[in-house]
C-alpha cells in the first residue's frame, strides 16, 4: 500500500479542455476487489461511478475532459490520463495494488507510465533526502527532476500528458523544497528558548506555556479541517494514555479560523479530545509564527525548562517518537 504524505499530494489534477463530443471506454477487471464500485475523481469530485456487472467487469462509455484524474476503489487511489478516444482496459489485483495495475488498449502507454512512477516513487528514501545538508539536497532533487523529465522526453508518449505530468513533478518537488525548508528553520529554533504563548483552554480560561515549566510539553498544531492532522488523533490519544503519569504534558494547539471557533469546541467535546485543548486567536499567534509553520499538522517537543528539544518533531503514529519519549522520561 502506498503512502501518501503531504509534501508529496500536491498532484495537478490540471485538464485541458478541448470540446470534443465523442467518448471514451474504460474496463477493469479486479481481481480480489474492494468492492462492487469503482469511482473516477477529479479533485474530490467523482466524474464516474462505475458498478460491477454480471461477468464481474467494470465497464463504461462516457465523455471526458482530457487530462490526469484518480481512480478509487473504495480503499486506495490510482493515478490516470484520459481522453476521448481512448479504449482503456485495466486489469488488476486490488491485495497487491500498486504493483499488479497493468493497462492495455488505447492509452495504456500513458496510463502504465502513471503506474510505474508510482512503484519508482516508493522506492525513494525521503528521510534520507530530507537528511541531507541544503547543498546536497537541492543537487538531489534536480537530478530527480532531471531524470523524471528525461524519461518522459525519450517515451513516446501523449505530448499533453507530457505537459501536464512535468506540471506535477515540478509542483510535487516545489512542495518537498518548501517542506525541506521548514525542517531547516526548524532547527534553528531547537535548544532556543520557546516563546510563551496564552490561549482559551477548552476546559476554562486560558493557559500560558510558563505554566506548564517543570515538564516535557508535546504540542499539536492542528485544525478541524485538516484530514491528516484528524488522522493523528487516536495514535495522540494511545500516546498519552501510555505515558499517563509521567512527566509530559500533551497540548493541542487548534488553528482554526474564527469562524469556526464554536465547530472547535463542539469537535473537542464530540470526539473525546485527551490532552490540554487550546485555541489559538488569530490576535495571538507570536509563538506560532516564531516556528515558521506553514503546513499542519505541526509537532514540537519542548523540555521542563521550556527549551526547545525538537521543534518539527515526529508525529504520534512515528514509532521513533515513543522510543524518543521513552528516553526522555525515564
Request: charged share 25%; hydrophobic share 40%.
Amino acid at each position: 500500500m502506498k503512502k501518501l504524505y503531504f509534501i508529496l499530494v500536491a498532484f495537478v489534477f490540471s485538464s485541458i479542455g478541448f470540446a470534443q463530443k465523442n467518448t471514451m471506454t474504460f474496463q477493469a477487471d479486479i481481481a480480489n476487489r474492494n468492492g462492487d464500485v469503482i469511482y473516477i475523481k477529479e479533485n474530490k469530485n467523482t466524474i464516474q461511478e462505475i458498478k460491477i456487472d454480471k461477468d464481474n467487469l467494470f465497464k463504461a462509455t462516457f465523455e471526458v475532459k482530457e487530462g490526469l484524474y484518480l481512480l478509487f476503489d473504495g480503499v486506495e487511489y490510482t493515478q490516470l490520463f484520459l481522453k476521448n478516444g481512448y479504449n482503456l482496459k485495466l486489469t488488476m489485483d486490488a491485495k497487491n495494488f500498486d504493483a499488479s495495475i497493468k493497462y492495455t488498449g488505447k492509452g495504456e502507454a500513458e496510463n502504465n507510465f502513471l503506474a510505474q512512477s508510482t512503484i519508482e516513487e516508493s522506492t525513494i528514501n525521503y528521510n534520507e533526502l530530507l537528511a541531507a545538508d541544503e547543498a546536497n539536497f537541492n543537487k538531489m532533487v534536480d537530478a530527480k527532476k532531471n531524470s523524471d523529465f528525461q524519461k518522459l522526453d525519450s517515451g513516446k508518449l501523449d505530448p499533453n500528458f507530457v505537459v501536464l505530468q512535468k506540471q506535477n513533478i515540478e509542483s510535487s518537488l516545489f512542495g518537498l523544497k518548501q517542506y525541506y525548508n521548514q525542517k531547516l528553520a526548524g532547527k534553528k529554533m531547537n535548544n532556543s528558548k520557546a516563546p510563551n504563548f496564552d490561549y482559551e483552554n477548552h476546559a476554562g480560561g486560558k493557559t500560558t506555556l510558563e505554566s506548564l515549566k517543570g515538564k516535557y510539553v508535546y504540542i499539536d498544531l492542528w485544525a478541524t479541517w485538516c484530514g491528516p492532522c484528524r488522522a493523528e488523533i487516536p495514535f495522540l490519544k494511545e500516546l498519552e494514555k501510555g505515558l499517563h503519569g509521567k512527566n509530559i504534558a500533551f497540548v493541542s494547539i487548534s488553528t482554526d479560523s474564527e469562524k469556526d471557533h464554536e465547530k472547535w469546541r463542539t469537535f473537542v467535546k464530540e470526539k473525546e479530545l485527551t490532552g490540554i485543548q487550546l485555541y489559538a486567536d488569530r490576535a495571538n499567534m507570536d509563538f506560532i509564527k516564531a516556528f515558521n509553520v506553514n503546513s499542519i499538522p505541526r509537532f514540537i517537543l519542548i523540555d521542563p525548562t521550556g527549551t526547545v528539544v525538537d521543534a518539527d518533531a515526529a508525529r504520534p503514529s512515528d514509532p521513533k517518537l515513543k522510543e524518543q519519549l521513552a528516553g526522555l522520561l525515564q
